[in-house]
């Protein structure tokens, strides 16, 4: 977590109902959540999951703020709702993680001194880079395109993980942003459609050759233009058995 630099607080900010209400209860959690945003754009390492944050957001989890408030699950909720129909930050909540992001954060913070900022949040091992490294770490992945959970590539490559675990349940977990990198590059490079891709994963899993053969993004990239071939070919195949056993039968004449 955070520990370093500091935030301005406006007394403005605690006079929403929110603070006024149990000003040291509600109150000092908005505090502590105003503090945690972050100063400037970054990468969030939150439990090895890199995740693109702007200014004014932060990374954490339900379960983290229990703990450091001393609150049930449901006083979590109701304290975050009450937030966002107050326009006071707004919160996007998947199965990992929720992200954080302070409204008015520009407003209240403002950019006067490029020296006063705050460590990009982190949670993981405690063991790992000296903080030097950390940053270089940080650097190098900036540089790269990260895909967040949500987003098409991710949520294509898990899809194409899903179906051949249907076939090999004992299927390794793989790199899943190496794979969404591989998806990427098939709409951005190849023009490939992402519904498209979806049809062709679910024949390719479908098929018993081809099951065997793809179990990769990166496979998926290189085979994709035979394995569209092969789904018209196998479609070509079906259509005409279908004519010839019309033309046996005299079923489909008029």
């Known amino acids: 977590m955070q520990n370093k630099g500091w935030v301005k607080l406006w007394r403005e900010q605690f006079t929403h109902e929110v603070s006024e209400r149990k000003p040291w209860c509600d109150g000092y959690a ?6 945690q945003a972050n100063y400037k754009p970054g990468i969030a390492n939150f439990r090895n999951q890199y995740i693109p944050i702007e200014r004014g957001q932060f990374v954490t989890s339900k379960l983290k703020l229990q703990e450091i408030f001393g609150w049930s ?4 909720n109701s304290f975050l ?3 966002e129909v107050r326009g006071m930050s707004t919160n996007r909540t998947t199965n990992r993680f929720i992200m954080i992001t302070i409204c008015n954060y520009e407003k209240y913070q403002g950019i006067e001194d490029e020296n006063e900022t705050t460590d990009v949040t982190t949670e993981g091992p405690t063991e790992g880079p000296t ?12 540089n790269k395109r990260i895909y967040v959970e949500g987003s098409t590539e991710l949520r294509l490559a898990s899809f194409l993980l899903e179906e051949i675990q249907k076939n090999k349940p004992d299927f390794k977990q793989p790199n899943l942003q190496a794979w ?6 098939m709409i951005r490079r190849d023009g490939r459609v992402t519904d498209r891709i979806r049809e062709v994963i679910v024949w390719a899993q ?8 793809i179990l990769s ?3 998926l990239r290189d085979k994709f233009d035979r394995l569209e071939l092969a789904m018209q070919e196998k479609s070509t195949q079906g259509s005409d058995r279908t004519t010839q056993y019309q033309d046996l039968t005299g079923r489909g004449s008029a």
């Open 180 to 185: 969404a990198k591989d998806i990427d590059l």
């Open 131 to 142: 903080e030097s490294q950390q940053s270089d770490t940080i650097k190098e992945v900036k």
């Open 30 to 35: 908005w505090s502590y959540l105003y503090s």
């Open 217 to 219: 993004t990166g496979s």
């Open 73 to 76: 699950k449901k006083r979590i």
């Open 81 to 83: 709702t009450s937030l």
């Open 206 to 213: 479908g098929d018993s050759f081809w099951r065997k053969n």
